[in-house]
């Protein structure tokens, strides 16, 4: 079955610190990788996807299918990014429900 | 409205009593689901509906039925509540014909208890 993994339940950087939230996935075909996040006391928003291949809110995420991973990356971490991130997958061009992961809470120390 | 509404924010519920949860949107998306947020589970699927009139199951529909009457609606029915179905439960749409991502709800928190 398809399945996303993400490793650390919880992970805490200080300020300034990089930061790197890993995620991998099983999915044999073409798949399409997202985060979500969800900030304190709001609703769960699209961060980045990666056939869009942007930068949102100084975070990245490289799909990487020789290692099946979409780990999302910011060099310089702010406490305004303390929330819980969820890796997702979809397959069949986004016919499929997405597959979420079981979340990483990020706490960023001042 | 803009977006999706979910109704109520939250609930207290005895257990064996029946439920509905709601969700309405506003954008026209063709595609609606449910999701629950556990502690430690992440989001599960529940029941999602790819246009009116089809519903389909997630993974874990046990319990809960849905109905897709028209675009804009999408219920979640608890039958008798259980403790186990404490969670917050989440209403997302989007539109397939553009693979737009999905839009959230605010949430339902719901203890049965």
């Known amino acids: 079955a398809q399945r996303v993994t993400q490793p650390e339940k919880l992970l805490s950087v200080f300020k300034g610190a990089p930061v790197e939230l890993k995620c991998n996935y099983s999915?044999?075909?073409?798949?399409?990788l997202f985060w979500y996040v969800q900030y304190s006391r709001q609703r769960l928003q699209l961060l980045l996807r990666?056939?869009s291949r942007e930068s949102i809110k100084g975070f990245t995420a490289d799909l990487n299918k020789g290692e099946t991973s979409f780990h999302l990356k910011k060099p310089f971490a702010q406490e305004e990014d303390s929330a819980m991130y969820y890796c997702?997958?979809?397959?069949?061009?986004?016919?499929?429900?997405?597959?979420f992961g079981k979340g990483t809470r990020l706490s960023v120390i001042a | 409205i803009a977006g999706i509404t979910q109704a109520p924010t939250s609930q207290i519920l005895a257990a064996g009593r029946r439920m509905t949860l709601r969700c309405t949107q506003d954008?026209?998306?063709?595609?609606m689901y449910w999701y629950r947020q556990d502690l430690g589970l992440g989001l599960r699927l529940i029941h999602y509906?790819?246009?009116?009139?089809?519903?389909g199951k997630g993974e874990v529909p046990d319990g809960y039925s849905v109905s897709r009457a028209n675009t804009d609606d999408f219920p979640l029915t608890l039958a008798s509540a259980v403790p186990s179905q404490t969670s917050v439960y989440f209403c997302?749409?989007?539109?397939?014909?553009?693979?737009?991502?999905?839009?959230f709800g605010n949430g339902t928190r719901l203890t049965v208890t």
């Open positions: 997302a749409s989007s539109d397939r014909h553009t693979n737009s991502p999905l839009h």
């Open positions: 999915y044999s075909g073409s798949p399409e």
């Open positions: 990666h056939i």
């Open positions: 997702a997958l979809t397959w069949n061009s986004g016919n499929t429900p997405l597959v």
């Open positions: 954008m026209r998306h063709n595609a």
């Open positions: 509906s790819n246009t009116a009139g089809t519903t």
